[in-house]
Structure formats: C-alpha cells, structure tokens
C-alpha cells in the first residue's frame, strides 16, 4: 500500500503541476523551493546551475558567435566539481535564481575557490566580467546573470549578524540567512535608485561621470533617501545635478541592476519648461550634462560597441538592457511620432 506521507512529499517536491497557467506554476514551484529545503535539495539535482568565478559569470561562445551563459545541469557538474577538487558540499552551496521555460529550476554558484583556467576548459567556456558581459549578452538572459550576481554577492558579504556579529545560516535555496543566536532573519536587498530623462520637447538631457568610459552619456540617477517618494528624489537630483526643476513626471518601467552592489532602478520621464533650460552643472557629481537632439541621439544609438583606445571620439550610450537605454528610445519614438504627426 502506498504511504500516504510518501505521496505527499513526491507531490511537495516533483515538478510544477499542470492545473494553472505554466506562468502561474512556475511562479509556485519557485516559492515552493523557497520555503521546503528537501524539495528545493531535489530540484538542484535535476536543475541546472550558472557558474561564476569570483563574481564573473561562466559565458560560451555560439557556433554563430553569439554568447550564452554557461549554464550546466547539475547531474555531471557534482562530478566536474569533485574532479578540480571541490568539496563534495559546494554544489549546495548554489543559490536558487528562477525556474525554466521547461520547468527546471535554475541555480547559480560561485566557485571561486577552484582554478579558474581548469574550469573554463572543462565546462567550455570564459569567465567574463560582469559589465562587459553585459555587452556580450543580447538574449534575454542577460537580467537573470545580474540577478545571480547579485545574490551571490549578497551571501558572501552577509555571513555575520549585524546585532550579534555571530554566523548566519542560508536555507536551501538562499532567499534568507538567519542569525542562530538573535533568530534575525536576513533577506536580499536593493537600494531604491530612480533614473530619469528629462526633456524639453524638442531635446533630452544627458550627463557623464568621470567613471565613465570615454564617450558614454547616460539619463541623470540618484539614491533614494530614507523616506522619499519616487517624485521627490527625481525631483531633487534634477535640481542637485544640473539645477533644473522639473513639471511632469511619468514613470516608464523598472529593473534590478547589479551596479554598483544591487540597485532597484525606477525609469521615468520628466518634462521641463522649454523657457528654463539653462544648465548648472554639480561637477563634482558629473563631469558634464547636456541637451541632445533627435539626430545626435539617433547617431549616438547607432554605436553598437564601446569605441576602442585610439577610435575617434564618439557619444554612444548605455547597452539596450540598461533602462536608461529603454528610456531613450521610448523618448526617440515619441520624437518620431510627434514628428510623423505634424
Ligand atoms: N541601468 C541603467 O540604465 C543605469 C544605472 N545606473 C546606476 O544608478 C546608480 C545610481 O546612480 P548615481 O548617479 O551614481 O547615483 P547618485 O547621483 O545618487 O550618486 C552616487 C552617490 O550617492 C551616494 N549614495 C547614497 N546612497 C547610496 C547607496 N545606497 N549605495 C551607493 N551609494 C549611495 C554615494 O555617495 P558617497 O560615496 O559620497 O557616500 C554615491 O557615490 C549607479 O550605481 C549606476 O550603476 C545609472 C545610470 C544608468
Ligand atoms: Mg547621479
């Protein structure tokens, strides 16, 4: 006869169940995982785990020359792993990040305790800094890379209770740790940023830090202060970073960005008054801030890749998974419509 616990427990940790929308099952099998340590110890074995090198995610190059990170099933990676000489208890170390098309729940983990060259000739592939694999990755993969960055990054500096200082302990599938001796519990955290391009009908306005690379021009961002709303910080950090008041504000869309630890950035479009368009520029938050038209920014889209030492200088802007790219072209195609209409 069939145990009735058995039953349960094959329910509890087999794959997601067909009643509702794939969407909506995916959604609970994730935090399902979450929540049961034993069925999210059974998805990792039939999962597949994105590798990291301190921090680098593990990326393969297509035979079209196109890059994917390099995602392995977890099934051989044990093995992999042993072979290079990890303990047999790093791969439940891996952290849960999502749940395929396919129902496979998705891992990340870093093993930046082992030779890199080694790994990369085993698993096939280049360990590849974060930003520049930004520009490398064009498929929609490119977020959940940065979000497994970013949790990665999240666990190795939350090992110790602020209040006790004593060791925290991560669950299963790394979406809390938990101080033994004070029970605080820890969760992964974002700081509130919001982006904004501002616009006086006709331009947008851009600026640059000195951090940036040569020719780079980005939509103006802030930090959220304690207690700000949206509108508040945008307001303020138009008028602290070029001296400008905004009007209208609406907001765009939103993303997680892993720069410079782990931001929540909220896209916005703001309008000022074409008679106030004077600039003050705060140089010591930006190396320089201007308007730009339809046809430099048309131009500027054009640039595809950063331009290289010795390339003539030229204005490109942020990779088309940066809101701020988002929010430019938004502004683009209202110009263009606005210019089709008349
Ligand atoms: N995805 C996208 O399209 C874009 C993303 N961004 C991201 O937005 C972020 C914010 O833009 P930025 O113009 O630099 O912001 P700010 O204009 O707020 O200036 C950054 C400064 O704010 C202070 N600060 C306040 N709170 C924090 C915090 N929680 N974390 C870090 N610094 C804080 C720091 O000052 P101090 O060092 O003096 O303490 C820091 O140097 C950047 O990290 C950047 O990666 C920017 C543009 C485009
Ligand atoms: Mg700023």
């Known amino acids: 006869m069939l145990n009735p616990l058995r039953v349960l427990v094959s329910v509890r940790t087999g794959p997601p169940s067909r009643c509702c929308s794939s969407f909506v099952s995916r959604m609970r099998f994730i935090s399902r995982l979450k929540e049961d340590d034993e069925a999210c110890a059974a998805a990792l074995q039939n999962g597949s785990v994105l590798l990291f090198h301190k921090l680098e995610p593990l990326l393969h190059r297509t035979k079209t020359g196109t890059f994917r990170p390099g995602s392995q099933p977890s099934s051989g990676l044990q093995s992999v ?3 290079l000489g990890a303990d047999r208890s790093l791969l439940m170390e891996s952290v849960l990040i999502g749940c395929s098309e396919q129902n496979q729940a998705q891992f990340c983990l870093d093993v930046g305790g082992l030779d890199r060259v080694a790994i990369e000739d085993v698993c096939r592939g280049k360990f590849v800094d974060l930003r520049k694999s930004f520009f ?3 498929g929609p993969e490119a977020p959940l890379v940065a979000k497994a960055q970013a949790l990665l990054r999240w666990h190795q500096t939350h090992g110790f209770c602020s ?5 925290t302990q991560r669950n299963r599938a790394g979406s809390q740790r938990v101080c033994g001796s004070s029970g605080i519990v820890y969760y992964p955290q974002m700081s509130p940023v919001v982006i904004v391009l501002v616009s006086d009908g006709k331009r947008c306005l851009l600026g ?3 951090s940036f690379p040569p020719g780079l021009y980005s939509a103006l961002a802030g930090f959220c202060d ?3 709303t949206v509108e508040e910080t945008l307001s303020r950090e ?3 970073e070029v001296g400008l008041e905004v009007e ?3 907001y765009s869309s939103s993303q997680h960005w892993p720069f410079p630890h782990s931001s929540f950035m ?4 703001a309008s000022i008054s074409p008679a106030h368009t004077e600039l003050t520029v705060d140089r010591s938050e930006l190396e320089d801030a201007r308007w730009f038209t339809l046809e430099e920014i048309s131009s500027a889209l054009q640039v595809k890749t950063p331009p290289r030492r010795g390339d003539p200088p030229v204005t490109w802007l942020p990779p088309s998974h940066a809101l701020a790219h988002r929010l430019i072209t938004e502004w683009v195609e209202l110009q263009r419509s606005g210019e089709a209409g008349k």
């Open 136 to 138: 490398l990755l064009t």
């Open 238 to 240: 138009v008028a602290e």
């Open 163 to 167: 209040a006790t200082g004593q060791p």
């Open 248 to 250: 209208g504000v609406s």
């Open 81 to 83: 792993l042993e072979r």
């Open 208 to 210: 640059r830090q000195s």
């Open 266 to 269: 909220i896209g916005c479009h």
């Open 226 to 228: 304690m207690g700000e």
